[in-house]
């Protein structure tokens, strides 16, 4: 990975958003207002990746223009892909993945081996842990290893805040040592994780199946470098709570967000939600300079009981040359009519290769990165990302917009 530095000279304040992509000159830098040059004459760190990058989309059109407009949205199609009988429909399901992988990166799976109940059985696991006092919680508190519990701390470059949720990530291997509450805190909660954590597992195998296959990658590629047994695993599973807003108390502060706009840094991701809790929206090609660019309008992802939401991460885009699309999503904060105000509960599996795993596409479009590479470089973009944005602001000292970022950031 290199860092550079570049002059962005404007006539306008806050940066909103740095973007580029190894093998593309681009820098997106969106700016809102105007003050004077010798305000803004800004030296911006832009960080280069030898792998996919994809990390930062520009926060809600909405926001960013500080005005109550509602969102934009558009039809999109995801595609619902049926997983029966699995091993005689190889063939058309790898096709069907293949054809969503290269569209939107989203798609959802209905037919699959978790079954309504084993996904209540974990929701209802997890709630008993966000359920236990915040004292309890922070005696596993989150670690760089990406385990543990966070609340409102994981800030996201697109927005520069907090996201306003709580998440308890667990992973399979060595890095839990000390991260799971004792039984008599919360009885029966690790049997249960493990067991989803290795049924989800089992799932995301098929998928690597299939797109190692699309890939021309042996069969067991994908599965091998993400074997659970390995003990440099780096798969987890985060369960998420996202606080209930209260409708009547008035339009939420313009930093509130559930999950802020961000695209996934890793392989694939499963995502189990509960009906009715609404809020997930993808935002395809949101990468562009200007507000009213492409990639202004949402799409909201509709599901069923039991549908289980997938998408492709930073990671497979990477290893897929950029065929497959790691695609912009987010969150929605409650605001409009129709959004879901209550709590909302959802888990994510991240499928993450072992640390030693070597990552290069089959056209080595990139250079070969680990698997421990590729994941400290996306967390040091992130980092990179927010930390732009606090130098920017505090630059542009005075602005309002910038001080909110600054304090909501400290
Ligand atoms: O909670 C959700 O629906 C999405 C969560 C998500 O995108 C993430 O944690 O990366
Ligand atoms: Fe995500």
Not at 67 to 92: C, E, G, H, Q
Not at 142 to 160: C, D, K, L, M, Y
Not at 183 to 194: E, M, N, Y
Not at 281 to 297: A, K, L, S
Request: net charge negative; proline share 6%.
């Amino acid at each position: 990975m290199s860092a550079r530095l570049r002059t962005a000279t404007c006539h306008f304040f806050r940066l909103q958003e740095l973007r580029t992509r190894e093998g593309s000159d681009k820098c997106h830098v969106t700016m809102l207002g105007h003050v004077s040059s010798s305000q803004c004459l800004a030296q911006v760190p832009i960080l280069t990746l030898d792998g996919g990058w994809n990390a930062g989309c520009q926060e809600d059109g909405k926001k960013e223009l500080n005005t109550m407009a509602p969102t934009k949205y558009t039809t999109r199609t995801i595609p619902r892909i049926s997983l029966a009988n699995f091993p005689t429909r190889l063939d058309a399901i790898t096709a069907q993945l293949l054809h969503a992988a290269e569209t939107d990166g989203f798609f959802s799976l209905t037919d699959s081996e978790i079954s309504i109940p084993d996904i209540n059985a974990i929701f209802s696991t997890s709630k008993s842990f966000f359920a236990l006092p915040d004292a309890i919680k922070a005696t596993v508190p989150f670690t760089h290893a990406n385990v543990g519990w966070e609340t409102r701390s994981q800030i996201r470059p697109s927005t520069g805040v907090a996201d306003q949720k709580e998440s308890y990530q667990l992973q399979f291997g060595s890095n839990m040592s000390g991260k799971w509450l004792p039984d008599a805190a919360l009885p029966a909660f690790k049997p249960s994780a493990q067991l989803f954590m290795q049924k989800a597992q089992s799932l995301s195998e098929k998928l690597m199946l299939c797109f190692a296959r699309g890939l021309g990658f042996p069969d067991d590629f994908f599965v091998q470098a993400h074997d659970s047994s390995r003990p440099d695993c780096q798969s987890v599973l985060r369960l998420l709570h996202y606080f209930a807003v209260d409708p009547a108390a008035g339009p939420l502060p313009e930093t509130y967000y559930r999950a802020g706009a961000h695209a996934d840094w890793d392989f694939l991701t499963l995502l189990f939600q509960l009906p009715g809790q609404s809020g997930l929206e993808i935002c395809p090609g949101r990468e562009v300079v200007t507000n009213f660019g492409i990639g202004d309008e949402w799409t909201k992802v509709e599901f069923a009981a039991g549908d289980i939401v997938c998408n492709i991460g930073d990671l497979l885009m990477s290893w897929s040359d950029d065929r497959f699309k790691s695609t912009c999503h987010r969150v929605k904060a409650p605001e409009e009519e129709g959004d879901w105000f209550g709590p909302r509960y959802s888990i994510a599996f991240f499928n993450q290769p072992g640390r030693d795993c070597e990552i290069q596409g089959p056209g080595r479009k990139y250079p070969m990165v680990t698997g421990a590479e590729f994941t400290r470089a996306a967390m040091e973009r992130n980092f990179n990302a927010v930390r732009a944005r606090e130098e920017v602001a505090q630059r542009a000292g005075g602005v309002e917009g910038a001080t909110r970022v600054m304090a909501a950031a400290a």
